[in-house]
């Protein structure tokens, strides 16, 4: 009698066992990991090959084969780039992480020659030389003597896209023999690629005139300049 109670017992307690580990869910998210820099740079014109990753699942064990790789990178194009590694494992739990990938704009910085116009009636007014500088972050440039201005007058650019963008700046001189006070607002220029090169196009922007610092009396011109190669 002993004997049969003993089995039984044994019966029920490898039964609860059985239960407990079937019933077992998992709620644990795979891991992925980058191979690499979270943030990387290269340069304009450069080709991206991708380190990749790796992912790893408490239940699952390796899973790295059933990355998914979401996102692109145009290198021909300055941008900062989502690159997003995502991973599900049995359960549909779901793992990921991002990498930046910024495509720099330092291959814009060449010595230019560039011509300036009169935005309504195309008239030139001459031209002038100007080489940019580039910065230490990735998606800028800095410009000295933009406009035919002075060496120490000092204008940074946003480079985003195709499209390139001045900060406004505000200079004193002398027009006529009168001291004037000019803005400049509303830069925004482009660059291109041509041939082996990425190059500035052009900028487009307003000047507002005034006789006084305050700007209370004001004359706006548009001016464009076209810019190539030396």
Sequence with gaps: MKK?????????????????????????DPVVTL??????????????DDPGATATDEEDGKITSKIVVVGEVNTDKVDAYKIVYKVTDKAG?????????????????????????????NDSYGDYDITPVASVEYNKIVFKGFAGLGETVKFDARVEGYNITLEDKEIAGQANGQNVWVRFQNINGAYEKAGNNYVITGF???????????????????????????
């Excluded at 039984?8 to 609860?16: D, E, G, M, P, S």
């Excluded at 739990?93 to 009636?121: M, P, Q, W």
Aim: overall charge negative; hydrophobic content about 40%; proline content about 0%.
């Design 4 to 28: 049969n109670i003993f089995s039984i017992a044994a019966i029920l307690l490898a039964t609860v066992v059985i239960f407990s580990s079937c019933g077992k869910e998992d709620l644990n």
């Design 35 to 48: 191979i690499g820099d979270a943030v990387m740079e290269i340069d304009l014109g450069d080709t991206w």
């Design 93 to 121: 739990n779901e793992g990921s992480a991002t990498r930046t990938v910024n495509v720099k704009a330092g291959k814009l910085v060449h010595n230019y020659v560039a011509e300036i116009f009169d935005g309504e009636t």
């Design 204 to 230: 487009e922007y307003e000047e507002v005139w005034s006789a006084d610092a305050n700007f209370t009396d004001t004359e706006t011109y548009t001016t464009k300049e076209v810019w190539t190669l030396q």
